[in-house]
């Protein structure tokens, strides 16, 4: 089964997709960036999150990525501008020490919402490494994908 790129035209030219015969479903998508931090940056961790003179970083990244969720569509040309029902964002250290980002954002409507969820959770890996390299450089974003969707033509769930 051979798949075609959805963004061209027949002429091979950037195309927005037209949405206007899809149905109208409730969909959701659930994106997960993870952040590896030196351990200088981890010994600021206390109380669930780290503490800076820009102020809370986890509480900023949350924020951060939430507003990033809903402009996605004016960051990405071919994305439809949405208006996201909800965005929840949850950051904290995983079983490895290494902070785990994820945005889940839904609507219900006629497209996706994949696009919001990764933007969402890679600005808030960005915002980390932004509010945290005053103490160290050596911060990786190592992953940032998705994990699950719902509601369009085809689910999806990240196999582990």
Excluded: W
Excluded at 50 to 77: C, D, Y
Excluded at 105 to 129: D, P
């Amino acid at each position: 089964m051979s798949k075609e790129f959805t963004h061209l035209d027949a002429a091979g030219n950037p195309s927005m997709v037209d949405v206007g015969t899809k149905r109208i479903t409730r969909r959701s998508a659930t994106a997960r960036s993870i952040v590896v931090l030196d351990k200088e940056i981890l010994l600021h961790f206390e109380n669930e999150d780290i503490r800076t003179k820009k102020g809370p970083v986890f509480q900023t990244a949350v924020l951060a990525g939430v507003m990033a969720a809903k402009r996605t569509g004016e960051l990405i040309p071919l994305c439809h501008p949405l208006g996201l029902e909800n965005c929840q964002i949850n950051i904290f250290l995983n079983k490895n020490n290494e902070v785990q980002i994820e945005c889940t954002a839904s609507l219900t409507g006629k497209t996706g919402v994949e696009m919001e969820a990764l933007t969402g959770a890679s600005i808030a890996a960005l915002t980390i490494y932004d509010m945290c390299k005053a103490f160290s450089h050596n911060i990786i974003i190592k992953e940032t994908r998705l994990v699950e969707k719902t509601g369009g033509k085809r689910d999806f769930r990240l196999k582990v």
